[in-house]
């Protein structure tokens, strides 16, 4: 059974910086591709960021160049360091991966931005 956990959120005050953290564990031979989400609604996602297992990194135009998106291969993890964070930027994000055709997904972990 595979299993995405994310982690590394938390109170952060605007301008702040948080890194976030996602592992797959489980049946995980190959994970060609993991990406970072945000909920803008119970049933909606945007992009926040997702990168391909060599190379190959996509943005949300939100972003604007205040986030990095890394992966670790050996360890089937994947992390964002968000900098310059705003309150706009206060939501749920979640990390998912396709395994075997399946798109996993975490439970999400909580950034919020408040002074």
């Known amino acids: 059974q595979v299993q995405v956990v994310e982690s590394g959120g938390g109170l952060v005050q605007p301008g702040g910086s948080l890194l976030l953290s996602c592992s797959v564990s489980?049946?995980?031979?190959?994970?060609?591709?993991m990406g970072w989400y945000r909920r803008t609604t119970a049933d909606r996602y945007e992009i926040v960021a997702t990168?391909?297992?060599?190379?190959?990194?996509l943005y949300g135009n939100f972003v604007k160049g205040r986030f990095t998106i890394s992966r670790n291969n050996r360890l089937n993890a994947v992390y964002l360091q968000m900098n310059n964070l705003t309150a706009e930027d206060k939501d749920i994000y979640c990390c998912?991966?396709?395994?075997?055709?399946?798109?996993?997904w975490g439970q999400g972990t909580q950034v919020p931005v408040s002074s």
């Open positions: 998912s991966a396709p395994v075997d055709g399946i798109e996993y």
């Open positions: 489980g049946n995980t031979e190959s994970i060609y591709f």
């Open positions: 990168m391909f297992r060599v190379e190959g990194e």
